[in-house]
């Protein structure tokens, strides 16, 4: 997912002509300037439109736990912005409960996605699932289940907050298969940079939304080489509107239209046919080694 930059993105920064965040005053002009008011998303996940429609395609999704401000409710709609990437836009009102005074998340969820029980037992009907990425609130343990206020899961798909992975292309594989969905941020379905931000949030790296504010903002800008072997495992390919993670060995892996899923290939004959298409390779960016 990408769009042409602004001085002030629009994506990531909360103002309309009628109204804006209190933070933008005298940065940008509204009617009204508000301050908001933290909720958390208590769904799986749930779609951050750019108009209140559920016919439109998703900007991106918000998950399980994450705080979102909301700026406006109106109806069954609200509008606000996502603190773990900033993103704005708008999603339904039943997908969030308020913040005030909740104690912080303890775990993130790890696994690709873990049902949600009403009991400590797997013999009962799942309530939904937590995504990949999730925050939870784990408030007691029996067995090998984990509680928090919505249910139980099973713990092991769980782990504390300040445990991140070593290797985000390995959590970026783990996704191999996973349909494509522009938008998409679950193992459901995903895009390009949804996937590169997922494996990097995994792995302790702050992350923007888009491919394009990825390619700005991710490690440092490298040469290309003249030959694609000479990638390093965890270098990022950027294309207009595009974006994969090299696997190392000249092969990458990337949630792609043109299989319509998350797949590994080599980055040669990968670049040939995505130039054939009009869209040669842009840029590369090595991200630091840990």
Known sequence: MSMSPTALDPRVNPFRPDLAASALRGRVEA??????????????SVPLRRNPDESLGFETELL?????????TRGRWVWGQAAR???????????????DGADPPTHRIAALRAFLYPGPTIKTA???????????????????????????????AAVPLDVVVADPVAEAERFLGTP??????????????????????AAGIPAPRDSDMQE????????LPADPAA???GDLLFWPGHVAFCQGGGRMIHATAFAMAVISEEIAPALARIARDGAPLRSARRLPQS
């Open 31 to 44: 009617a009204r300037f508000v301050s908001g008011r933290v909720f958390r998303v208590i769904r799986s």
């Open 126 to 156: 799942p309530l939904g699932f937590l995504p990949h990425g999730a925050q939870v609130r784990i408030t007691a343990m029996e067995g090998r289940f984990a509680r928090i206020a919505e249910g139980w899961f099973f713990a092991e």
């Open 216 to 223: 700005a903002a991710l490690g440092a800008p490298m040469p």
């Open 231 to 233: 990638f390093r495992r």
């Open 64 to 72: 399980f736990g994450e705080e979102f401000t909301i700026y406006e």
């Open 180 to 201: 494509y969905l522009w938008g998409g941020k679950t193992s459901l379905g995903l895009d390009c940079s949804g996937l590169v931000q997922s494996a990097c949030f």
């Open 85 to 99: 990437d900033g993103y704005v836009g708008y999603a339904p009102r039943a997908a969030f409960a308020r913040e």
